[in-house]
Every structure is written in C-alpha cells, then in structure tokens.
C-alpha cells in the first residue's frame, strides 16, 4: 500500500488541478447580443433584430478549452425588430409559434481549436425541431475585476441557419421573394464568474 501512495498523491494532485482548471461562467446579458440578419425582396434590404431574453452558462476550462462546455436558452418571445406589428406576426405560428414554442436552446456536445478560433458543435433547437450545428467563435479576450475577484471572457460568434430546416416556412401571400431563407446569426457574449460570497 505504501508503494501506491506516491502515485495515488499524484492522481489526486493532477485532478485537483484539472477541476480548478475548469470554471463556471453565467452571461452578462447586459453587455451581450443574440441578433440577426434576414435578408427581404431578393436582397434588396435586410431587417435586423435580435432576442433581449436570453440565459448562458459555460464550464470553461482555460488550459483545454476542448474540455468545456456551453448551454444556451432563448425566450422566442422576445424578439426585436425594432417594430411591433412585426414582432407579434414573428410570434405566432407564422413563424416562431412562441407559445407553442417557448424556447429556443443549444447545448455543445464538443468544442475543438479551429484555425484562429474556436467551434461549439452541439443540438440546437427551434420550433420543435433539433439540428446538430457548428458555432464558429474567437475569444476576445479576459478581464480579471480585482475588487470583487471576478473573471470576465468576452466570445463572438457568426452562423447561418436555413429557416426551413426548422419549419419556419411563411411565405408572403402576392411576393414570393419577400423574405429570405437564410438568417444570419450574430453573436457577441460576455460570460462573467460569480462574485465570492
């Protein structure tokens, strides 16, 4: 027993550094954006918009970011264009169904190094339907708040999704062309430890 206790010292050391390794981090949803892009009538204009209800949560690990994670849920009801006729059409079963679909979720199976940045693969879930996608995303950079011993890591993102895949098949009733299939989606997200208590 007293030839195992050196390796077991060592198993136990190389544990404990992996989970302190490994770090929870909530959204700063104040200082964070979930929108995106449609394009209308063949391209000819885009309208913008985004989700102002959001939640994020990560285990993020800062020497192996291949060993984190990350799950998201959006409230479809709360999305934003900026005009409010359209958001109530964009919440009925026309588009989002918002009732019959509350959330919109996505929750990484694996994130891996790619090129200058990073990919969150994982299922993603609007209007009742769950798609694997990929997430392309940079780290921005941390900031450490000394005054309250707290880690902050801003992350942005960029992806299309095809509405269709998703059953989100509204077209207008005289121009085909209305409104596009492809949405761009745009995301800038500022993940923040908790304070110590």
């Known amino acids: 027993m007293l030839k195992k206790l050196p390796f077991l010292l060592l198993l136990a050391g190389l544990l404990s550094v992996s989970a302190e390794a490994q770090t929870k981090y909530g959204v700063d949803?104040?200082?964070?954006?979930?929108?995106?892009?449609?394009p209308i009538l063949d391209g000819v204009s885009k309208?913008?918009?985004?989700?102002?209800?959001?939640?994020v949560t990560a285990d993020y690990d800062s020497s192996d970011v291949t060993k984190s994670n990350v799950t998201a849920t959006i409230k479809a009801a709360s999305i934003d264009t900026g005009i409010e006729a359209r958001d109530k059409h964009l919440?009925?079963?026309?588009?989002f169904d918002a009732e019959k679909y509350p959330e919109i979720t996505f929750q990484s199976t694996r994130i891996v190094k790619k090129d200058k940045g990073f990919e969150a693969?994982?299922?993603?879930?609007?209007?009742?339907?769950?798609?694997?996608?990929?997430?392309?995303?940079?780290?921005?950079?941390?900031?450490?708040?000394?005054?309250?011993?707290t880690t902050v890591r801003g992350f942005t993102g960029t992806l299309s999704l095809d509405r269709r895949d998703y059953g989100i098949l509204y077209k207008h009733a005289t121009?085909?062309?209305?409104?596009?299939?492809?949405?761009?989606?745009d995301l800038t997200v500022l993940l923040r430890t908790q304070p110590p208590k």
């Open 29 to 38: 949803a104040a200082h964070s954006n979930v929108g995106f892009t449609i």
């Open 47 to 55: 309208v913008r918009g985004k989700f102002t209800d959001f939640a």
């Open 91 to 95: 919440r009925t079963a026309d588009f």
């Open 121 to 149: 693969t994982g299922n993603f879930t609007m209007h009742g339907v769950t798609k694997e996608i990929v997430i392309p995303f940079v780290e921005n950079g941390n900031f450490v708040n000394e005054a309250n011993k």
């Open 175 to 185: 121009i085909p062309n209305w409104i596009g299939d492809l949405v761009q989606i």
